[in-house]
Structure formats: C-alpha cells, structure tokens
C-alpha cells in the first residue's frame, strides 16, 4: 500500500464520520458504527504529516495549505457537523507548527513550554490536545520502527480512554457502556496502525502526482460544503 492509496482510506473513514454527525440520529447505531470507523483517519493523517515534516522542500507552502484549506472548510464545517470549533486541517497546522518549535527551539524548558501552549491552544480544534501531542511523540521517536510502532500504541489508548472520560461524564452510561466505548473506539486506530505498520510500504504513488498532491486540499472543504447542503435540506 503506498501513500495515496492509504490517504485515500483515510479519506473515506473520514467521510464516514462526517456523514454520521452531518446526516444522522445522534447515537443511533449506524451513526456510532460510521463514527468508530473515522477514528480510523485522525492518527494516520498525523503520522503521515510527521513523515511529510521531514521530506517537505518547504514547510512554510505546507503551512500556508494547511491555513487556506481550513479557513475554506471553516463554515461548511460549523454547518455541517454543528460543532463550534476549528476543523482538522487547523489541528494539523498546529501539529506542523508544534514540530518546527521542536526543531528550532533547543532550550529544553522552552522547547516544553511552547510545545504545551500549542497544545492547548489545539484544544479549540477537532482532535485537539491528543492529535498535536501524537505529532510531538512520533517525531521524536525518530524512524525506530518498535518506537514509532509503540508510540501508535499508545496513542491509540489515549484515544479510548479519553472517549471513556467523556462517556463517564453522563449519569446515563453504565460502567459496560463507557469500556464498550473505550474499546469500540479504538478499533479504528488499531487498523489505521496495522495499515501504517504492515501493509504501507512508505513510497509515493508514481501516477498523477499533481493530482494527489492536491485532491485531498480540495475534498476536505467540498465534502463538507456537500455535507452542508444535505443537513440544511434534511431539516
């Protein structure tokens, strides 16, 4: 599996999970089984960006990407998931601004503060705290398989547990529902981990390039203006 074929998973577990918030029942069944499957996309996309960090010719283009395909995506976001924060393209802005900090800062206590202001400063941001925090882990774990495998790892925990906590906040949920929601929940980065780690051979696709390098800049936001309209005539 190369890099855009993997991309492309991430796009269509990412998809899912919109759909899920955009167009159906909160908490329905198929809503909860379209969401799980999303969980998919958050952690691969950070690890492919980390990656991406280390081979990119300019990080302030992939920046300035990374900005303008937000700040598209920002209302056709808010419209079709009903969320009052920023969306994942700022969460990955982040994460590239977290790693350039990392580089370019060498005091140790400066490099801790900066690190845990962007990191909260994620916090307004889908995904936020763990995604920018997951960037930090698998770019200093460098290229060590075992390391980087394990980093995933335990990612993918945080993961379950954080969605463990939020369950835990309702009076609703007993103690199997918030362990079947940890568990359920991390079922996605567990196979977004075995797609990285076992089947991604770590090139580049060699057909379309051009294409591939900006397909998913312009899905993000037409997917969701898509998503969007069809909430908007639903209601």
């Avoid at 976001?77 to 990955?92: D, H, K, S, V």
């Amino acid at each position: 599996m190369n890099r855009e074929q993997l991309k492309m998973l991430a796009i269509v577990a990412m998809t899912c999970n919109h759909a899920a918030y955009a167009l159906l029942p909160a908490g329905s069944v198929y809503a909860r089984i379209l969401i799980y499957i999303g969980y998919f996309t958050a952690p691969v996309m950070c690890r492919l960006l980390v990656d991406g960090y280390r081979y990119t010719r300019s990080k302030k283009k992939y920046a300035l990407r990374l900005l303008i395909t937000g700040a598209a995506a920002q209302l056709p976001y808010m419209r079709a998931l009903g969320l009052l924060q920023l969306n994942f393209m700022f969460t990955l802005l982040v994460c590239l601004l977290l790693l350039m900090i990392l580089d370019a800062v060498r005091d140790p206590l400066g490099r801790i503060a900066a690190a845990a202001a962007l990191i909260g400063l994620s916090t307004f941001c889908d995904w936020g705290g763990i995604i920018p925090a997951a960037a930090a882990l698998f770019y200093l774990v460098g290229e060590n398989r075992k390391k980087q495998i394990q980093a995933y790892a335990a990612v993918t925990i945080l993961h379950g547990i954080s969605q463990m906590l939020v369950r835990a906040e309702s009076p609703l949920f007993s103690l199997t529902d918030i362990l079947a929601e940890g568990l359920f929940s991390m079922i996605g980065p567990a196979l977004g981990g075995i797609c990285l780690y076992v089947l991604y051979n770590g090139r580049r696709s060699e057909r379309f390039p051009r294409f591939h390098k900006w397909f998913f800049y312009l899905y993000y936001p037409a997917h969701l203006a898509v998503l969007a309209l069809l909430r908007l005539s639903l209601s």
